[in-house]
């Protein structure tokens, strides 16, 4: 990327930070207090009491507040969570008071016990930060730091320490925060985040055996038949990422480290093959009815359901308005399916991409390179995965047989699938299976303990491609142990950037980052541009987090009721009806804002796996993901609000018929000629 260039996104991410309109107190008020409640506060005030009833909650809000329904439905939403019966015993009493710098709530249970959250922004003996613009400093600071710098590790670790700092209004305090509590206590001693880690390692390191038995060589050998070009390479590395629906971190690491070897051949850039891996693997998981996603995006909202309704007729062909059930989740969600518009179509750009065998932008160039000069890695580039992996080979003289790294990886995809609907079954949490088979595969998907099933998936898969290597006689016990051990040396880098990724999660968190965000751009408008405007929310909050999951956390269990009160004052759009686009809005936003993010740990992964330079991968996806983006908005939600939810498949073709005409007008073919003339370069 050119100086200039760099710094005009500096400026332009400046200029948002600072076009950042004023947060909603009173709505900023009811996030950060209805958190409170849930997390803590409810818990509190019960403690000892009886378990299987939960009192209604009494709100006074000073100065007065129209929410108090809304805090009153945390109540029956912390109830329903924790299997008790709402609205049973003396009331509790919740006291708000709320002013421009902060605000102070105390819960009072039915024996007199109370427990208080005091936040302000002034840090006066306060007991908590209150979310103002400045919790959007850290994201900001780092992401424009990696921009001007390319240096993404500083950056974030910098962007850490500032966000500490804020919290914690000292230097010193700052610096034992970030070491003592989130990295330590949020992020060492989170058991999902220990597992993910786990995860990588040893997929890694099965990776690195499979590498040195000459199995990874073998599959390429066999894919080779098929893929003998430039687009046929492509056209496997998509086939794969599809292949492994229920996992995105599965699906980026498999994807790029076998794909590689046979891209790099085929001159196909390390840039490209980050967007293919990046580009499918959260897309595909995350409209799958069977992945590790669905059971996390149907979490989010399935407990709003309940406090509103949708309209069912009778024989008789009588409407009335019947009330949603918990259960009814996972099949919201499947009605959310023709509306997640950003997955569908960034899919099909990949497919339109290869294709039409064109690119634009920055991946025009690099692409390029690798026809033209066979450099799949750029002269400046820091590849996140190190040359000791990808010269990891069989012994001389070996068999090069491809199942000694085809069996390691069904059994990883198998092995992983199994475990999770395994653990699901058998998890005394996931209630009976009397209902029908998506309340039931709901029920199993909600109780998978996906991250640990991919951990014994993984450590499968290592000692079986341990054993093919070891009983073929193709290595030795030493040389397996060299051979994945090495594999973890091109890891650390990587590894590091995770860690620090998930702390801005945890800094962004105790600043209220995303609250904020919602906080400000909670204003009145109308019905039609719910989706939208949260589909850029989400977008927003994702990109400057790096976790479309905690985008989902936040925004999801607030747009249920807001979305289904707006649609029910819309001629067009029943309550129902918007609702369900609003969630797929969210959950689409969440993803685009994920994939343009240079901290987020999908996109951290896609590199590591495609061995690509981290901000080049950044840099050349971001184009394509925004033209994803525009036409989701302009051919997906805006006409489905404005005119009808039943057009869905008419905006899937026109949005198709907009991207082809961008590919051929805008886009080049890599293999041609380099030359400035649009003419002579199509």
Not at 571 to 598: K, N, Q, R, W, Y
Request: hydrophobic share 50%.
């Amino acid at each position: 990327m050119g100086g200039t260039l760099r710094y005009l996104l500096a400026l332009g991410f400046a200029a948002v930070y600072f076009l950042v309109p004023e947060p909603d107190h009173e709505y900023l008020t009811y996030l950060k207090t209805r958190s409170w409640l849930r997390d803590t506060a409810f818990a509190e005030v019960l403690a000892g009491g009886p378990t299987e009833a939960m009192p209604p909650m009494e709100v006074a809000v000073t100065p007065p507040s129209q929410r108090h329904a809304e805090y009153a439905r945390a109540a029956r939403e912390w109830a329903r969570e924790q299997g008790r019966t709402p609205d049973v015993g003396p009331p509790l009493a919740l006291r708000v008071a709320i002013d421009e710098g902060g605000f102070r709530a105390e819960l009072a249970g039915p024996s007199g016990a109370a427990t208080t959250a005091e936040l302000d922004v002034r840090r006066d003996g306060s007991t908590g930060y209150y979310p103002n613009r400045n919790s959007l400093l850290p994201a900001f600071v780092a992401i424009v730091l990696a921009i001007l710098t390319a240096q993404v590790i500083p950056s974030l670790l910098i962007g850490c320490l500032l966000g500490a700092w804020l919290f914690t209004g000292a230097i010193g305090a700052a610096v034992s925060h970030f070491v003592s509590q989130t990295v330590w206590a949020q992020t060492f001693n989170e058991d999902f985040n220990l597992r993910i880690m786990g995860f990588v390692v040893l997929l890694f390191m099965a990776v690195g055996v499979m590498a040195r038995s000459g199995g990874l060589q073998g599959m390429v050998e066999v894919v080779r038949r098929y893929a003998r070009g430039p687009i046929s390479s492509q056209v496997c590395s998509f086939i794969i990422g599809v292949l492994i629906f229920f996992d995105d971190y599965s699906n980026c690491i498999i994807t790029g480290t076998t794909m590689r070897p046979l891209t790099d051949r085929n001159r196909v850039s390390r840039e490209k093959l980050a967007y293919l891996v990046d580009s499918t693997a959260a897309p595909i998981a995350g409209i799958s009815i069977v992945s590790t996603w669905v059971a996390y995006e149907v979490s989010m909202f399935k407990d709003q359901l309940p406090e509103v309704t949708r309209r069912v007729a009778d024989a008789a062909g009588n409407v009335t308005e019947v009330a949603y059930k918990a259960s009814e989740g996972f099949s919201v969600f499947v009605q959310t399916l023709p509306y997640r518009f950003y997955c569908i179509f960034t899919l099909l750009l990949v497919v339109l991409t290869i294709l039409l065998g064109r690119d634009f932008g920055p991946m025009l160039r690099a692409e390029r390179r690798a026809r033209h000069d066979g450099k799949p890695v750029a002269d400046d580039a820091k590849p996140m995965v190190s040359r000791g992996f990808s010269e990891l080979q069989a012994p001389e003289g070996a068999p090069i047989r491809g199942r000694n790294a085809f069996v390691p990886v069904v059994l990883l995809v198998l092995g992983a699938i199994g475990l999770m609907l395994y653990f699901g079954y058998t998890s005394p949490d996931r209630g009976p299976l009397d209902g029908s088979l998506g309340d039931g595969l709901r029920k199993i998907l909600n109780n998978a303990q996906s991250e640990l099933a991919l951990v014994w998936a993984s450590g499968a898969a290592l000692f079986v491609a341990a054993a093919l290597a070891l009983g073929q006689r193709i290595l030795t016990l030493g040389q397996v142990a060299h051979s994945a051990v090495r594999s973890l040396t091109s890891l650390i880098f990587a590894l590091v950037i995770l860690v620090l990724a998930w702390c801005m999660g945890h800094i962004c968190a105790d600043l209220g980052t995303a609250q904020m965000l919602t906080a400000a751009f909670q204003r009145a408008f109308e019905p039609w541009l719910l989706p939208i405007l949260m589909f850029l929310l989400a977008a927003l909050v994702s990109f400057s987090t790096g976790t479309s999951y905690g985008t989902m956390a936040i925004l999801l269990p607030n747009v249920v009721v807001l979305a289904h009160s707006m649609g029910e004052t819309d001629p067009t759009l029943s309550g129902s009806g918007l609702m369900i686009l609003t969630i797929g809005a969210v959950l689409e936003g969440s993803i685009f804002g994920d994939h343009c993010s240079p901290i987020s740990d999908t996109t951290v992964l896609s590199s590591v796996a495609s061995g690509s330079d981290h901000l080049h991968h950044v840099q050349t996806q971001a184009p394509y993901a925004v033209l994803v983006m525009v036409v989701a908005m302009v051919c997906g939600y805006l006409p489905m609000a404005l005119i009808s939810r039943d057009l869905w498949p008419v905006s899937l073709g026109l949005g198709v018929l907009i991207m082809a005409a961008w590919l051929l007008l805008v886009g080049r073919r890599p293999g041609d000629a380099r030359a400035e003339n649009p003419a002579s370069a199509a």
